[in-house]
């Protein structure tokens, strides 16, 4: 692996940031931490970073340990979420910042400079200021600056937060393929499962300083580990043991052995087909448009149920609809929410 954490530990008096978290990224590698505030995954790549120190653990890059090396000799470059740009400089200055520092003659500067305003598709603003510029123009200087210094690792916290969602969506874009075409490996913290969906080779799910599940963004999502990913990973139909006994035991066919309790069936709502029948089991509730997609609130055997279709369909609030659910699109999960699960 190019980057390890091993055994990361992290505590602030007596709340514990990180406990034990272990984690790996490979050489080009786009990797998306993933979770809720105060999961723990800025503190860890504050870590990485060495903008906080280890209580306990190792991180090692390509088999070198970097506890001892301070910030500015491990050769990262970091974006924040809050651009951090310099307003007295120029873009052009804020990009060759880092280079100036490492005493890299002026003309190479220069060049190098334009060559990151023309992958970012903005030189024509090499002579404003950043207060000239918006939001996602400030973020696309942010990341020229990062990698304007050749960094061996892309740290990315949370860098799209604070763009609107047009915005956003563009610049998720334009991130992935700048960090393709550099094959720089890449962490970014992120609490938007679409934007980890979007961007990640690999998603690492973190909740109370622990790493729940990590794995490509497919696995997280069809095959979820526990409750906590379902819930996380998209919107799920999460139905307990007893329900599937009662109304569909069929689908209790690939669920692990265990208690009752131990165990969650989550289906999602694109694995529902519904078919109108005035005799069906289900009512609809609402019916959502999302411009591609419709989303449908139904009341069933199973309880509350959200199904989503593509195009148009045959059906209308308050009328009646029959379920197709197969035992294949029926994924259990451990119920790491119920009484006595870690």
């Not at 995954?41 to 890059?61: C, M, N, S, W």
């Not at 950043?130 to 210094?149: D, E």
């Not at 309790?261 to 709502?269: G, H, Q, S, T, V």
Request: with cysteine; glycine share 8%.
């Amino acid at each position: 692996m190019y980057l390890t954490v091993r055994n990361a530990t992290k505590t602030y008096g007596t709340f514990t940031a990180l406990d034990d978290v272990s984690i790996s990224i490979e050489q080009g590698e786009f990797v998306c931490l993933l979770g809720p505030s105060g999961c723990g995954k800025t503190t860890l790549l504050r870590l990485i970073a060495g903008l906080t120190d280890l209580d306990a653990g190792e991180i090692l890059l390509e088999n070198e340990p970097l506890s001892a090396l301070p910030a500015r000799k491990r050769g990262f470059g970091i974006v924040f979420q809050s651009y951090s740009l310099f307003p007295n400089m120029t873009v052009a200055e804020n990009i060759g910042y880092g280079l100036k520092i490492r005493n890299v003659p002026a003309g190479d500067i220069a060049a190098r400079v334009r060559e990151l305003l023309d992958l970012i598709k903005l030189p024509h603003l090499a002579d404003n200021f950043p207060g000239q510029l918006s939001g996602g123009q400030q973020q696309r200087i942010a990341l020229a600056r990062a990698i304007a210094v050749d960094p061996r690792v892309l740290l990315l916290d949370e860098p799209l937060s604070a763009l609107d969602a047009k915005v956003r969506a563009d610049l998720r874009s334009e991130i992935r393929q700048l960090q393709r075409s550099l094959g720089i490996p890449t962490l970014m913290v992120t609490h938007d499962q679409e934007e980890a969906l979007a961007l990640a080779d690999k998603i690492i799910c973190m909740n109370h300083g622990t790493v729940v599940q990590a794995g490509s963004p497919e696995e997280l999502y069809h095959k979820p580990a526990t409750r906590f990913v379902a819930d996380f990973m998209g919107i799920s139909n999460l139905i307990d043991t007893g329900t599937i006994r009662d109304v569909q035991p069929d689908l209790l066919t690939h669920r692990p052995e265990g208690a009752d309790d131990a165990y969650i069936a989550c289906i999602r709502p694109e694995q529902i087909a519904l078919t109108p029948a005035e005799d069906g089991p289900a009512t609809v509730r609402t019916i959502g448009f999302l411009g591609n997609l419709r989303r449908i609130e139904l009341d069933s055997p199973f309880g509350p149920l959200v199904v989503e279709t593509h195009g148009a369909i045959d059906c209308r609030e308050g009328q009646s609809v029959q379920l197709t659910i197969t035992p294949e699109a029926c994924t259990w999960v451990a119920n790491d929410t119920a009484e006595g699960a870690v």
